[in-house]
């Protein structure tokens, strides 16, 4: 069975067989939101409280009568509760758009949730929509303002990889810093993370101009300009997330929906989309919502070097195939 767990800082989804008992769902949990001791509820829109604390922890989830496959569980965190370490991916471990809070402090805090940024002319609450910490986040953010959600990392790098093969004039070995081929059998590695070529293919390939707010500068980088409608992602340096506009009721300072009910998709002459955008931004870069791309040391885990920014830790992957990286002291 498949459930989306939502929790404070987004969604995710995971995957359990049939024999999943009450102790594997909360252990998901936990892992997937941070929280240690917290309320769940499902049945949107007619919520309903799940009492997975007062379950047996051997008890099988298929024997409950509740139909979870497909489900959204919403997870909200008790009053006085700790908070496990936030990274959904590898702990400490550092990949190129993997934030490590040890190494460039790109988290919210414990006791913040993402920003909201009320919008009564919208009759909604932007908010920020966070991407797992994984290589693909570029793709999932882009996946989740234009696919639905779907996961479409996949099919997203082979577009980018068509798009080159079929431009070579303009995708050059001096414009990709490699061979084209190479950099196509690159990109589709599940490993390889995109940037503003990825961005600049896909904006065309769906009509669409896609804005990447940089959180540390407040500058927007305008993808595919003067298309009738965009959409609005952010970028922490080394990471990918998607704003979104979710409905909500006055005076629209807390979204409550899912994040099914989403709006990712803007005109592109609504000024407001990109003013509020900004304006969550700032309450981000307040939060030091970044990484200092030019300034932060990384050290190889696969042969112990150690690389300054971004560059140096690309230039490295790329000619060495080594993607795993972490804090450097």
């Not at 008992?21 to 917290?38: C, F, M, P």
Request: charged share 20%; proline share 6%.
């Amino acid at each position: 069975m498949r459930i989306r767990i939502r929790g404070p800082a987004g969604q995710s989804t995971v995957a359990l067989d049939d024999s999943a008992t009450a102790e594997n769902l909360r252990t998901q949990i936990t892992d997937k939101t941070g929280l240690t001791s917290y309320d769940v509820k499902y049945g949107y829109p007619n919520l309903k409280r799940f009492a997975l604390d007062e379950l047996q922890p051997n008890q099988k989830l298929v024997e409950l009568g509740i139909d979870l496959d497909g489900e959204q569980l919403l997870v909200t965190k008790k009053d006085g509760s700790l908070q496990a370490n936030p990274s959904h991916a590898e702990g400490s471990i550092y990949t190129p758009q993997q934030p490590s809070p040890q190494a460039n402090n790109n988290a919210i805090s414990d006791s913040d949730n993402p920003p909201e940024i009320p919008s009564p002319e919208h009759t909604g609450t932007f908010v920020l929509r966070i991407m797992p910490d994984d290589n693909s986040c570029l793709f999932r953010a882009v996946s989740s303002a234009l696919m639905g959600g779907m996961d479409a990392m996949n099919e997203l790098r082979s577009i980018v990889a068509q798009a080159i093969q079929g431009n070579l004039d303009v995708y050059s070995e001096v414009v990709l810093e490699k061979k084209p081929d190479d950099y196509c059998r690159w990109i589709q590695n599940e490993d390889s993370w995109g940037g503003a070529i990825e961005l600049s293919i896909l904006s065309k390939h769906f009509d669409i101009e896609i804005c990447s707010i940089d959180v540390q500068t407040l500058r927007i980088d305008r993808f595919n300009e003067g298309s009738p409608t965009r959409c609005v992602l952010v970028y922490s340096g080394i990471h990918y997330d998607t704003v979104a506009l979710s409905p909500s009721d006055p005076p629209f300072t807390q979204a409550h929906a899912p994040p099914e009910f989403d709006t990712k998709v803007f005109d592109a002459a609504d000024h407001l989309v990109l003013e509020r955008a900004l304006e969550l931004c700032r309450i981000l870069q307040s939060k030091h919502y970044y990484t200092d791309t030019a300034g932060f040391r990384v050290r190889c885990n696969a042969c112990g070097g150690v690389y300054t920014g971004e560059k140096g830790a690309t230039q490295h992957a790329v000619q060495t195939g080594h993607y795993d990286f972490g804090e450097a002291g």
